[in-house]
């Protein structure tokens, strides 16, 4: 079983920064993948940020120059650093990370974390 706790959010005003954390347990031999995600009432589920095993990562348009994502692999968590934030970045965040459960498996599961509040007050 993998679990996967995400951290960090809270309440910011407009221009802040917060820091989420994704912090991965259980038993698993590595993470791959990890993306996070988000959730504002009434909306769809969007991808935030993502990066990969090497560290190579993305972003969504919206966010990009603002947020960073990073990855600590010794800890098997990843980071989302959130500067400059905006009342429109008020949402639920979540991670989602593909996991490789043991050493020769060539098939990646899926897990997701419960999510964690932020809101950007103006």
């Known amino acids: 079983q993998v679990q996967l706790v995400e951290s960090g959010g809270g309440l910011v005003q407009a221009g802040g920064s917060l820091r989420l954390s994704c912090a991965a347990s259980?038993?698993?031999?590595?993470?791959?993948?990890v993306d996070w995600y988000r959730q504002a009432p009434g909306k769809q589920r969007e991808l935030v940020a993502h990066i990969t095993s090497g560290g190579t990562t993305a972003y969504a348009d919206s966010v990009k120059g603002r947020f960073t994502i990073s990855r600590d692999n010794a800890k098997n968590t990843v980071y989302l650093q959130m500067n400059s934030l905006k009342p429109e970045d008020t949402a639920v965040y979540y991670c989602?990370?593909?996991?490789?459960?043991?050493?020769?498996?060539?098939?990646?599961?899926?897990?997701w974390g419960q999510g964690t509040q932020v809101t950007v007050s103006s």
């Open positions: 989602n990370a593909m996991v490789s459960l043991t050493r020769t498996t060539t098939v990646w599961s899926g897990y």
């Open positions: 259980g038993n698993f031999f590595s993470v791959n993948v």
